[in-house]
């Protein structure tokens, strides 16, 4: 009876040490991955502040126009190694897009622009018009998710976020970044803005007298510049993922210099669907 006894309080004491261990080992890991994660978003940080400074520059030293050819456009990293890890960075043009917010003020140009966006897409005269009362009654908007709770199927759904953003203050609508689908609804044409994005693939960017060359005018709301930027940041260590998007915009101050800072952020999961992309994990 003794050494069953005494079998019994090693066998708990093992168990007591084995507990304690694997409580020990957790706790670790959690310390670890805490520590990996502090490191991640502090690269994700320091990813939004190169986009600051090279926006602020941008805006600086060549305010008239922006494009991808310019230097802040070439910011991107597709698995840039870090210590530990890698790093991603996208950075986009946000004024690539109608800004839905434009219809609060009710200009007829930005109903009846936003009317033929609607058109284009699929949206019927009803949902239009919905949506439209939504944003001047809640607006200004930052999402256009809920807009697809009007019944608005996901197939045109999709669509209608492909030519339609939702941007703080009054933005243009920059023809560098606009897509060959949303300048056809500007010009009204699919053929000019099939040359006009053959001409802005071959040069970079497009002017005034690329317009005048194919005989039409600079529609109303539109520009060859912007103002709002996107960026999108992640940072993998170890086996922790952080990831970042923010949205900035330039502004002259009073003095006449430009400055550039964020209005907006969102970080992992709540990353909203406008944001660009990233590249896929090479992990």
């Known amino acids: ?31 670890l991955r805490t520590r990996e994660a502090a490191r991640a978003l502090a690269v994700v940080r320091g990813g939004e502040l190169s986009a600051l400074v090279a926006l602020r520059r941008d805006g600086e030293q ?18 840039a190694p870090i210590e530990g890890g890698s790093f991603d960075l996208a950075i986009a043009d946000a004024e690539g897009r109608f800004n839905i917010n434009s219809v609060r003020k009710g200009e007829v140009a930005a109903t009846i622009l936003f ?4 058109n284009e897409v699929g949206l019927t005269s ?19 998710r ?39 609804v500007l010009f009204r044409d699919a053929v000019i803005a099939e040359r006009l994005v053959a001409v802005r693939t071959r040069q970079g960017y497009l002017t005034a007298k690329d317009l005048a060359d194919q005989s039409v005018s600079l529609p109303w709301g539109a ?20 990831q970042a998007a923010t949205l900035i915009q330039r502004r002259r101050l009073p003095d006449g210099s430009v400055d550039a800072v964020p209005v907006e952020r969102w970080r992992n999961a709540a990353v909203p669907p406008g944001a660009p992309g990233l590249p896929e994990s090479k992990r």
């Open 126 to 144: 009803e949902q239009v018009v919905a949506a439209i009362e939504y944003v001047r009654l809640r607006g200004p908007v930052t999402d256009l």
């Open 115 to 118: 009317q033929a966006i609607g």
């Open 62 to 79: 060549a305010p008239e126009v922006d494009h991808v050819g310019e230097p802040w456009a070439k910011l991107s990293e597709n698995g």
């Open 1 to 31: 009876m003794i050494l069953v006894n005494v079998l019994m309080f090693v066998a708990i004491a093992a168990g007591l040490v084995l507990l304690m261990i694997n409580r020990e080992e957790i706790a670790l890991d959690r310390g």
């Open 146 to 184: 809920p807009l697809r709770l009007a019944g608005i199927e996901p197939r045109v759904a999709d669509r209608l976020e492909r030519l339609v953003t939702a941007l703080p203050g009054a933005t243009t609508l920059n023809l560098n970044a606009a897509s060959e689908e949303m300048l056809a």
């Open 223 to 242: 520009s060859f510049r912007s103002n709002t930027f996107w960026v999108r940041t992640r940072a993998t260590i170890g086996g922790t993922s952080q």
